[in-house]
């Protein structure tokens, strides 16, 4: 006999810091851990950005041993993550440090998670790419520190992984992946240049928006046991709080941060938009909208950020007759009147003036690839399932052909 869900859960990283300056507290962060040696992984952008050097200062100055590593590549492959544990399993560390945008900070979370555990990384991940076996809570700590405003890493149980030989992009999902500490400082952001600062605060708009209309916790079946309970467990009256401030931050000032990054109120609310999108969207799930992101990145290598700005407007558009409320306030949130604009022109019309892209024309994706693209979305049932409109591989593909 059928039972209803009644119970929501919310995860989010053990502890976080926030605010301009947070970073000078990672040393004693570190020594309350009782971490004597500490592994940073992030990429090459972040180093020449002089962000390193001022990390490993502060890290020099309290007498803590650290390694850097600082091959991460954007949209992280296998083998970025294989890499990274082998040096963890070789040094040894005490604390696994990410700083970067997602893909570093994924890649130390599962860094941290995988080293001790026993299987290989596409054992724990998600079907279609992995065999999901379930993460042992065998790893050591781990922290994260963003320097974009958008993906919510430091706050989410997820990690994305890239298969390019095969054209995949999964996951690893699971609450072990969750940091123990996110240190969000946004300062760190200042030297993000205008056009990733647009597609990383899209993508936070994505995490808010797509929290916001999932489907309710409490519309779907209960879970055998709580442990069975997925990590994307559907919105709650918490999730709406959180998604709705995200929406109106990043409504009010990603428009700012683009045009100048030195901005530090704007940086601050966004970072304080993305943190908010992230723990929404970690609780209450993404949807469409990233399964089409995830699909299409896998194969054409469209940056995660601006895949997402692409397909959200027309996601929304397919979504709105099922929560045509919600979509009014999210035009509202963003600073227009629902009785002129719908949500999904209201999204459109920021993505516009951020100077994104506004279809797959500008990654020469043609209708040809459309069935393709749809059909691998359509395996992204962990994202599908939480979306509150039911979409067939015909409607996903009638969601890329208008974002063409």
Known sequence: MHQSETVWEFSMAERVKF???????LPSAITERNAESVLLLTDPGIEDAGIVTYLTGLLDAADVEYHVYTD????????????????????????????GGGSSMDVAKTT????????????????PT?????????????????????????????????????ALKGGISSRHLLPQLAI??????????????????????????????????????????????????????????FARKAIDLIGRNLRRAVDNGYDVEARRNMALA???????????????????AMATGAEYDVPHGIAVAMFLPEVVRFNAPSVPDRCDDIVRLL?????????????????????????LNAFDITRDQVPQIAEKASRLDRLLSKN?????????????????
């Open 388 to 404: 509150v409109r039911r979409m067939t591989k015909t409607d996903l593909e009638g969601v890329l052909e208008r974002s063409l």
């Open 72 to 99: 991460v590549e954007p949209e992280p492959s296998l083998g970025v993550y294989e890499s990274a544990i082998q040096l963890a399993e070789d040094r040894s560390p005490d604390l696994v440090i990410g700083v």
């Open 130 to 166: 992995g065999d999901g076996k379930p993460l042992p809570d065998t790893g050591i700590p781990c922290f994260c520190l963003p320097t974009t405003a958008g993906t919510g890493s430091e706050t989410s149980p997820v990690a994305v992984i890239s298969v390019p030989e095969e």
């Open 19 to 25: 605010g301009v300056g947070a970073a000078e507290e």
């Open 184 to 241: 969000v400082d946004p300062n760190l952001a200042i030297s993000l240049p205008p056009e990733p600062t647009a597609f990383s605060g899209m993508d936070a708009l994505g995490h808010a928006v797509e929290a916001y209309t999932a489907i309710p916790f409490d519309a779907k079946p209960r879970p055998s046991t709580p442990r069975d309970r997925p990590e994307y467990n559907g919105r709650s009256i918490l999730t709406d709080q």
């Open 274 to 292: 993305s943190l908010m999108a992230g723990m929404a969207f970690t609780n209450a799930g993404t949807t469409a909208a990233h399964a089409l």
């Open 112 to 127: 941290s998670a995988v080293t001790a555990a026993d299987g290989s990384i596409l054992e724990y991940a998600t079907p």
């Open 335 to 359: 600073g227009e009147d629902p009785d002129e604009t719908s949500a999904g022109d209201a999204i459109a019309n920021l993505r516009a003036d951020v100077r994104l892209p506004r279809g």
